[in-house]
């Protein structure tokens, strides 16, 4: 079974994986002293596997989202008659279940679950007091409303029926200007396997002796003679990280988690610096927050583009399954703190925002709720200036137009180079807009330690400092002039041809370089 509907006004398109359901199993249930995942999987079927293994569906879940979601408190089943129903039939329950769900997968064959959740916005010509009553008369519950954006709410269906036939009886409702599901996705970090070999830090100073080119690296030495990013607030969005590793913690003064709870939506949750408590811990995001503010000068490890700057953790997703929806919220709490937290300011906000999450794949449809979320940041941020907003392109060898996230107008993708100078296979495209160093580089890991990985995921936050540095010199000027100015400095590189507006498809503007950003 084919399931179209409308993203951004475009029609995307899943398929059904008809022969398996999604169950997550109720705490209590999770919570008994026999439990186990065999037992609690017998109570709503037959564990389901692909035709590659016997079973009986003819697509396969590929293996890491799988395991994500496993990971994540989900089971995958061959459901009994009863739970298939519940599957098909929104707000229906099932005894020791919390959610019980059908199973999509997309385009490049990730796994997508459904929620009883959308996201709409309705017109602006209708008042804040009707707002409740609307949607109640359209069967729907209001969750939270989404502050980045006019008249933009989370909602809860609140009647018996499928997502399908519901989604389509409200997008022909005239008062909605959009209506979207939201649908549970494997988010996770854009990374590279490691390899050890080089020498630590040669993204900041590179004169050859790491076996790579000297000079291919992003004049960081030069460019802290003017300025290390005192005063500007970085914001790095990841599923976790460690906010008390030795070389960080001095560096983070804010940020917030969002904590998933079984059906697809999340409760926010406030850091405060100093005050006990847990937060998401994952190598991924501490090893990206390490390339953009690591401490310098404290006689530990390496340091980041902007050593002084101030750190905002944000941690989301931080079981790796989750929505947009969610991440929609973490980008816009980067920019506006109060949009969450009600005894926060705007003027608190980042004034640079990034963030290296997305699908394994080179193929991401962008929900409206995370495009008004990334516009919302990009130009209300910093009092209207706007918060240059860098993100991670895929790591793949693959056309970034496929991604629109990284290739959204308002978002600086970045891709990664090595210490050649060299691109790495990184997305390509005219939506790329530089190299930044990404192979092999040196950073903080969880654990209070350091090491070497590759990935775009590390050249987006290395970036992200130097725009810190740019914005400590020229702290009025807009995103859009913080961007130009990262483009218009970038060196050539790569023995390639560059258009006449400077631009390669593989190289973007260049690779990134720091001393001359900041002149």
Known sequence: MKWTFRLRGKEVTLTSVQSAVAVRPSEESRGRRAATRASLTRQFGVAASDTSAGGRFGLDLPSRNRQLFERAGWLFV???????HAAAMTRTSVADAEAVQQVFVDRSGNVQITTDLLTVKLDPEVPESEVKQRLKDDGLRLVRQLRFAPNTYEVRAANRGPLHELLQALEEKRHYVFVEPMLLQAITGRFKPKDPDFGKQWHHTNDGSNGGTAGADIRAEQAWELTRGRGVRVAVIDNGMQVKHPDLKAGVGGGGSFQAGGGGTASFVKFKPGVAGSFPDMDHGTFCLGMAGARVNNKRGGCGSAPECDLIAVACLNDQVGTQTTLARAVAFAADPSREDATASAADGAHVIACSLGPDGADWNMTSVLDLAVRFAAHQGRGGLGAPVFWASSNGFVEIEKDEVASHPDVIAVGRSDHNDQADGSAFGPKLEFLAPGVDVYSTNSGSGYGL?????????????????????????????????LGATCDKVGDVTYNSGGHNDEYGYGRINAARAVQ
């Open 78 to 84: 061959e459901p009994t008659r009863e739970v298939g």
């Open 453 to 485: 990985d590759t990935g775009t995921s590390y050249a987006a936050p290395l970036a992200a400092g130097v725009a810190a540095l740019v914005l400590a010199r020229h702290p009025q000027w807009t995103a859009q002039q913080v961007r130009e100015r």
